[in-house]
């Protein structure tokens, strides 16, 4: 059974562009200390379905995080589509470093 997560942050190629591409993915344990991971190792489990992410943005329901595949073939993290915002994985804040 896979392990559900949430996702709280993300650091991108180029912060400033909405469309480049995740580097990594975080978000807090139930002891409060930080996780950070590649979106390769965020992909690879849940694929191999040792977790499962979402993302919540204030009051709205969790949404899921998926993999998607681009046109040329790439692997990335994207949420389920919902009826709020299109982008809640890039809305989120830039992870701390350290």
């Given at each position: 059974?896979?392990?559900?997560?949430?996702?709280?942050?993300?650091?991108?190629?180029?912060?400033?562009?909405?469309?480049?591409?995740?580097?990594?993915?975080?978000?807090?344990n139930?002891?409060?200390?930080?996780?950070?991971?590649?979106?390769?190792?965020?992909?690879s489990?849940?694929?191999?379905?040792k977790?499962?992410?979402?993302?919540?943005?204030?009051?709205?329901?969790?949404v899921?995080?998926?993999?998607?595949?681009?046109?040329?073939?790439?692997?990335?993290?994207?949420?389920?589509?919902?009826?709020?915002?299109?982008?809640?994985?890039?809305?989120?804040?830039?992870?701390?470093?350290?």
């Amino acid at each position: 059974m896979s392990s559900r997560h949430m996702m709280e942050c993300i650091n991108k190629a180029d912060r400033q562009n909405p469309h480049e591409r995740i580097l990594e993915v975080g978000g807090r344990n139930p002891n409060g200390t930080r996780w950070l991971l590649s979106q390769a190792e965020a992909i690879s489990g849940i694929k191999s379905g040792k977790w499962c992410f979402y993302v919540q943005l204030g009051r709205l329901p969790p949404v899921d995080v998926v993999v998607a595949r681009s046109r040329y073939g790439h692997e990335y993290l994207r949420t389920a589509s919902d009826s709020e915002f299109s982008n809640n994985l890039l809305a989120l804040s830039e992870c701390p470093i350290g």
